[in-house]
T-cell receptor
């Protein structure tokens, strides 16, 4: 069974731009969560989507948003990029009460 | 909200020895405690988890213990091997069908010396 896939794997943007990251969960998994990983703050929860609805949200500004499609694929968007948004963005999927499985992440660099 | 503290931040052990990583959590509502291993350039990989109705769980060379009263849980790796070198993260969360938000510790960089 294929794992969680994330595209693109690497991305370079400049301040003020916006970016969209994509995540395809494991087949059959309906929950998708997003995390930001930085050396200073570690792994921080952004939001979780289930059946196209956001059902949990972390403490990030409104510039960070996401959505989920009917096939469970998810996208997250960051608008008006700041230098501090440089991070590894991780997507994780789970089915029902089972454990979360992470993808390889998208490395975003903001110049 | 939940806060998870993880120690030590770095750990170096000789191949074949045991390694222990400890975490404490603050929210008594947390009842699910997974451990993840992250290798360079990869996403975190779940290696073992424990729920609060269990005190200990073992999977081959890896074991996790949970003390609900003290709000701490630990990862034990026995007979360490070079491929165990990685960054390990503990996490805590309320567990169930509903929304799940993992709160992670800061990570432990484990180095196995041959």
């Amino acid at each position: 069974k294929a794992g969680v896939t994330q595209t693109p794997r690497y991305l370079i943007k400049t301040r003020g731009q916006q970016v969209t990251l994509s995540c395809s969960p494991i087949s059959g998994h309906r929950s998708v969560s997003w995390y930001q990983q930085t050396p200073g703050q570690g792994l921080q929860f952004l939001f979780e989507y289930f059946s196209e609805t956001q059902r949990n949200k972390g403490n990030f500004p409104g510039r960070f948003s996401g959505r989920q499609f009917s096939n469970s694929r998810s996208e997250m968007n960051v608008s008006t990029l700041e230098l501090g948004d440089s991070a590894l963005y991780l997507c994780a999927s789970k089915r029902g009460v089972h454990e979360q499985f992470f993808g390889p992440g998208t490395r975003l660099t903001v110049l | 909200g939940e806060n998870v503290e993880q120690h030590p931040s770095t750990l170096s052990v000789q191949e074949g020895d045991s390694a222990v990583i400890k975490c404490t959590y603050s929210d008594s509502a947390s009842n699910y405690f997974p451990w993840y291993k992250q290798e360079l350039g990869k996403g975190p990989q779940l290696i073992i988890d424990i729920r609060s109705n269990v005190g200990e769980k073992k999977d081959q060379r890896i074991a996790v213990t949970l003390n609900k009263t003290a709000k701490h849980f630990s990862l034990h790796i026995t007979e360490t091997q070079p491929e165990d070198s990685a960054v390990y993260f503990c996490a805590a969360s309320p567990f169930g069908q509903g929304a799940q938000k993992l709160v992670f510790g800061q990570g432990t960089r484990l180095t196995i010396n041959p």
